[in-house]
Protein backbone atom coordinates (compact mmCIF):
# COMPACT_ATOMS: atom_id res chain seq x y z
CA UNK A 1 0.00 0.00 0.00
CA UNK A 2 1.46 3.49 -1.10
CA UNK A 3 2.02 5.66 1.80
CA UNK A 4 1.17 9.66 1.95
CA UNK A 5 2.72 11.90 4.83
CA UNK A 6 0.44 14.30 6.18
CA UNK A 7 2.04 16.95 7.91
CA UNK A 8 0.11 19.44 9.67
CA UNK A 9 -0.30 20.91 13.62
CA UNK A 10 -4.55 20.81 13.09
CA UNK A 11 -5.01 17.71 14.38
CA UNK A 12 -8.82 18.18 12.96
CA UNK A 13 -7.15 18.55 9.51
CA UNK A 14 -4.90 15.78 9.58
CA UNK A 15 -7.61 13.43 11.04
CA UNK A 16 -9.94 14.28 7.63
CA UNK A 17 -7.17 13.81 5.02
CA UNK A 18 -6.76 10.42 6.57
CA UNK A 19 -9.55 9.36 6.29
CA UNK A 20 -9.99 10.66 2.94
CA UNK A 21 -6.35 9.04 1.98
CA UNK A 22 -7.93 5.54 3.42
CA UNK A 23 -10.75 5.75 0.88
CA UNK A 24 -8.50 6.62 -1.97
CA UNK A 25 -5.98 3.39 -1.26
CA UNK A 26 -3.21 5.30 1.11
CA UNK A 27 -1.42 4.66 4.34
CA UNK A 28 -1.92 7.93 6.09
CA UNK A 29 1.41 8.57 7.67
CA UNK A 30 0.76 12.17 10.15
CA UNK A 31 3.75 14.45 11.50
CA UNK A 32 2.25 17.51 13.52
CA UNK A 33 5.54 19.55 12.83
CA UNK A 34 8.01 20.29 10.23
CA UNK A 35 11.10 18.44 12.40
CA UNK A 36 8.82 15.61 12.92
CA UNK A 37 7.87 15.26 8.65
CA UNK A 38 11.34 15.27 7.72
CA UNK A 39 12.37 12.58 10.13
CA UNK A 40 9.39 10.05 8.97
CA UNK A 41 9.95 11.39 5.11
CA UNK A 42 13.64 10.38 5.42
CA UNK A 43 12.78 7.35 6.91
CA UNK A 44 10.48 5.39 4.54
CA UNK A 45 9.04 6.48 0.87
CA UNK A 46 5.53 8.13 0.25
CA UNK A 47 3.68 8.51 -3.03
CA UNK A 48 2.97 12.05 -1.99
CA UNK A 49 3.36 14.58 0.94
CA UNK A 50 1.47 17.38 2.20
CA UNK A 51 3.16 19.94 3.68
CA UNK A 52 1.02 22.92 5.90
CA UNK A 53 3.04 26.19 5.25
CA UNK A 54 2.73 26.98 8.78
CA UNK A 55 4.14 24.49 11.59
CA UNK A 56 5.95 23.82 14.63
CA UNK A 57 9.61 24.21 13.74
CA UNK A 58 10.45 23.87 10.44
CA UNK A 59 8.19 25.55 8.43
CA UNK A 60 6.21 23.75 5.01
CA UNK A 61 8.64 26.30 2.84
CA UNK A 62 11.41 24.89 4.34
CA UNK A 63 10.66 21.45 4.38
CA UNK A 64 9.96 21.41 0.90
CA UNK A 65 13.32 23.11 0.09
CA UNK A 66 15.21 20.23 2.26
CA UNK A 67 13.17 17.63 0.52
CA UNK A 68 13.86 19.13 -3.19
CA UNK A 69 17.66 18.49 -2.53
CA UNK A 70 17.56 14.74 -2.79
CA UNK A 71 13.86 13.66 -3.86
CA UNK A 72 11.66 14.44 -6.65
CA UNK A 73 8.34 13.00 -4.74
CA UNK A 74 5.28 15.12 -5.31
CA UNK A 75 4.61 17.50 -3.02
CA UNK A 76 1.38 19.35 -2.24
CA UNK A 77 1.69 23.02 0.13
CA UNK A 78 -1.25 23.37 1.96
CA UNK A 79 -2.30 26.95 3.74
CA UNK A 80 -3.92 29.08 5.35
CA UNK A 81 -3.30 31.98 3.15
CA UNK A 82 -4.41 32.92 -0.44
CA UNK A 83 -1.79 35.71 -1.20
CA UNK A 84 -0.19 35.02 -4.87
CA UNK A 85 3.38 35.42 -3.84
CA UNK A 86 3.21 32.87 -1.03
CA UNK A 87 1.33 30.34 -3.89
CA UNK A 88 4.06 31.64 -6.23
CA UNK A 89 7.00 31.05 -4.01
CA UNK A 90 5.87 27.67 -3.37
CA UNK A 91 6.41 26.16 -6.63
CA UNK A 92 9.22 28.07 -7.24
CA UNK A 93 10.81 26.11 -4.62
CA UNK A 94 9.99 23.10 -5.86
CA UNK A 95 6.01 21.93 -4.77
CA UNK A 96 3.95 20.61 -7.44
CA UNK A 97 0.67 22.33 -6.70
CA UNK A 98 -0.95 24.35 -3.87
CA UNK A 99 -4.12 24.33 -2.18
CA UNK A 100 -5.34 27.02 0.30
CA UNK A 101 -7.94 26.52 3.63
CA UNK A 102 -11.05 25.66 4.03
CA UNK A 103 -10.98 23.05 1.50
CA UNK A 104 -12.58 19.59 0.92
CA UNK A 105 -10.86 16.45 1.14
CA UNK A 106 -12.28 15.45 -1.51
CA UNK A 107 -10.60 18.10 -3.49
CA UNK A 108 -7.13 17.41 -1.97
CA UNK A 109 -7.79 13.64 -3.19
CA UNK A 110 -8.36 15.03 -6.53
CA UNK A 111 -5.34 17.21 -6.96
CA UNK A 112 -3.35 13.90 -5.13
CA UNK A 113 -5.02 11.51 -8.29
CA UNK A 114 -3.92 14.45 -10.89
CA UNK A 115 -0.42 15.06 -10.11
CA UNK A 116 0.12 11.03 -9.84
CA UNK A 117 -1.30 10.38 -12.69
CA UNK A 118 1.32 13.09 -14.29
CA UNK A 119 4.02 11.33 -12.56
CA UNK A 120 3.04 7.61 -13.36
CA UNK A 121 1.67 8.20 -17.05
CA UNK A 122 3.35 5.52 -19.01
CA UNK A 123 5.80 3.98 -16.66
CA UNK A 124 3.63 0.95 -16.43
CA UNK A 125 5.20 -2.40 -17.12
CA UNK A 126 5.64 -2.69 -21.11
CA UNK A 127 5.09 1.02 -21.96
CA UNK A 128 7.58 2.92 -23.96
CA UNK A 129 10.66 4.05 -21.90
CA UNK A 130 10.73 7.64 -21.72
CA UNK A 131 14.23 8.53 -22.35
CA UNK A 132 15.54 11.17 -24.85
CA UNK A 133 19.42 11.61 -25.75
CA UNK A 134 20.59 14.50 -27.65
CA UNK A 135 24.54 14.95 -27.65
CA UNK A 136 25.63 14.06 -24.66
CA UNK A 137 22.66 15.23 -22.37
CA UNK A 138 20.59 11.80 -21.27
CA UNK A 139 16.89 12.60 -20.03
CA UNK A 140 15.13 9.79 -18.17
CA UNK A 141 12.04 10.70 -17.02
CA UNK A 142 10.83 7.08 -15.58
CA UNK A 143 14.18 7.26 -13.70
CA UNK A 144 13.87 11.11 -13.02
CA UNK A 145 17.55 11.35 -13.87
CA UNK A 146 20.03 13.75 -16.05
CA UNK A 147 23.28 13.64 -17.18
CA UNK A 148 25.06 16.04 -19.07
CA UNK A 149 28.48 15.01 -20.36
CA UNK A 150 28.54 12.08 -18.38
CA UNK A 151 27.47 14.13 -14.97
CA UNK A 152 24.33 13.69 -12.88
CA UNK A 153 22.49 17.37 -12.74
CA UNK A 154 20.00 17.23 -9.78
CA UNK A 155 16.86 18.37 -10.98
CA UNK A 156 13.19 18.84 -8.97
CA UNK A 157 10.44 17.12 -10.60
CA UNK A 158 9.50 20.16 -12.18
CA UNK A 159 12.75 21.46 -13.99
CA UNK A 160 12.89 17.68 -15.39
CA UNK A 161 9.41 18.03 -16.58
CA UNK A 162 9.99 21.56 -18.42
CA UNK A 163 13.56 19.92 -19.59
CA UNK A 164 11.63 16.62 -21.17
CA UNK A 165 9.13 18.48 -22.84
CA UNK A 166 10.97 20.93 -24.67
CA UNK A 167 13.81 18.12 -25.82
CA UNK A 168 11.07 15.53 -26.57
CA UNK A 169 9.41 18.82 -29.15
CA UNK A 170 12.92 20.49 -30.05
CA UNK A 171 12.77 23.02 -32.15
CA UNK A 172 8.99 23.53 -30.95
CA UNK A 173 7.98 26.70 -29.21
CA UNK A 174 5.88 26.58 -25.93
CA UNK A 175 4.01 29.41 -24.44
CA UNK A 176 4.20 29.85 -20.77
CA UNK A 177 0.68 29.48 -20.84
CA UNK A 178 0.76 26.40 -22.72
CA UNK A 179 3.47 24.92 -20.06
CA UNK A 180 1.43 25.91 -16.81
CA UNK A 181 -1.32 23.51 -18.52
CA UNK A 182 1.22 20.75 -19.62
CA UNK A 183 2.20 20.56 -16.66
CA UNK A 184 1.14 22.11 -13.82
CA UNK A 185 -2.58 20.76 -14.77
CA UNK A 186 -5.93 22.40 -15.78
CA UNK A 187 -6.49 23.12 -12.04
CA UNK A 188 -3.29 25.63 -11.39
CA UNK A 189 -3.97 28.99 -11.31
CA UNK A 190 -1.18 30.31 -11.62
CA UNK A 191 0.88 33.59 -12.51
CA UNK A 192 3.27 32.60 -15.44
CA UNK A 193 6.09 33.76 -14.25
CA UNK A 194 6.05 30.87 -12.19
CA UNK A 195 8.02 28.76 -16.11
CA UNK A 196 10.33 31.78 -16.00
CA UNK A 197 11.83 31.01 -12.28
CA UNK A 198 11.99 27.42 -13.39
CA UNK A 199 13.67 27.79 -17.04
CA UNK A 200 16.07 30.14 -15.34
CA UNK A 201 17.32 27.55 -12.19
CA UNK A 202 16.70 24.67 -15.01
CA UNK A 203 19.49 26.77 -17.25
CA UNK A 204 21.69 27.44 -14.39
CA UNK A 205 22.37 24.22 -13.35
CA UNK A 206 22.84 22.79 -16.83
CA UNK A 207 25.23 25.67 -18.01
CA UNK A 208 27.98 24.42 -15.79
CA UNK A 209 28.66 21.58 -17.98
CA UNK A 210 29.11 22.72 -21.88
CA UNK A 211 26.64 21.87 -24.72
CA UNK A 212 27.27 23.72 -27.30
CA UNK A 213 25.22 21.42 -29.88
CA UNK A 214 22.29 22.58 -28.27
CA UNK A 215 20.66 25.54 -25.70
CA UNK A 216 17.22 26.24 -24.23
CA UNK A 217 16.13 29.56 -25.76
CA UNK A 218 13.89 32.46 -24.98
CA UNK A 219 12.15 34.10 -28.03
CA UNK A 220 10.79 37.38 -26.05
CA UNK A 221 7.30 37.35 -25.41
CA UNK A 222 6.22 34.48 -26.74
CA UNK A 223 8.02 31.63 -24.81
CA UNK A 224 10.88 28.95 -24.82
CA UNK A 225 11.90 26.34 -26.77
CA UNK A 226 14.68 23.90 -26.84
CA UNK A 227 16.96 24.59 -30.39
CA UNK A 228 19.56 22.17 -31.57
CA UNK A 229 22.55 23.01 -34.04
CA UNK A 230 21.77 22.04 -37.69
CA UNK A 231 24.24 19.12 -37.66
CA UNK A 232 22.96 17.32 -34.91
CA UNK A 233 20.44 14.75 -35.17
Known sequence: MKKILIADDNLQITKVLSEFAKKE???PVVAQDGDTALSLFQS?????LLLDVMMPGMDGFSLCREIRRTSNVPIIMITARSEDYERIMGLDIGADDYIVKPFSGGEVMARVRAILRRVENGAAPGSKARTIT???LTISLDDATVTLNGQPIALTRKELEILYTLAENRGKLFSRDTLLSLLWGYDYYGDNRTVDSHVKRL???LDVLPHPTWQIKTIWGMG???EVASHES
Open 25 to 27: GFE
Open 134 to 136: IDT
Open 203 to 205: RAK
Open 224 to 226: YKL
Open 44 to 48: DTYAV
